[in-house]
């Protein structure tokens, strides 16, 4: 029964990270208003939230439960999936920085300056975390069916 409590989980914090980060992806442009700007700060919060839940939950599953951890490490998917995970956490620090770093501004109402160069990194580092979202999901099917071992 806790395993599938655990598996409902790592699904509700999957879900919550991708429908986070795809309204950031949709939501981010360059003349944002306040509100806006404030909303992407909760949304890349709850984001950041789920990315860490999710990778607690999903670390207790492959030690405690489900195929158990030789199943996973033997898996070229699974290190595609933890590597992939780990760039898009990385590449998220940036946009959460400049999210972050917008406070200042509008803690007084103030829209935050934003220059094209910023906001078109920004789209593009967005674009990216979307791409490896998806590696990471299809690399979650193939480790899930057994593709690549043995």
Not at 89 to 97: A, F, H, K, N, R
Request: glycine share 6%; hydrophobic share 55%.
């Amino acid at each position: 029964m806790l395993t599938a409590f655990m598996a409902f989980f790592h699904h509700v914090f999957a879900f919550t990270l991708t429908a986070c980060l795809v309204y950031e992806f949709v939501a981010f442009h360059k003349n944002m208003s306040i509100d806006e700007m404030r909303r992407i700060q909760r949304v890349d919060l709850a984001y950041g939230i789920s990315a860490g839940l999710l990778l607690v939950v999903g670390l207790l599953r492959v030690f405690f439960y489900e195929k158990g951890l030789n199943f996973y490490i033997q898996s070229p998917f699974f290190w595609v999936k933890m590597a992939t995970f780990l760039i898009v956490g990385l590449l998220s620090i940036d946009p959460t920085i400049r999210f972050v770093r917008w406070n200042k501004f509008l803690s007084q109402n103030q829209t935050p300056p934003l220059s094209d160069a910023d906001a078109n990194r920004t789209r593009r580092i967005l674009w990216l975390e979307m791409a490896g979202l998806t590696v990471i999901l299809l690399s979650a099917v193939f480790m899930a069916r057994g593709i690549g071992i043995g």
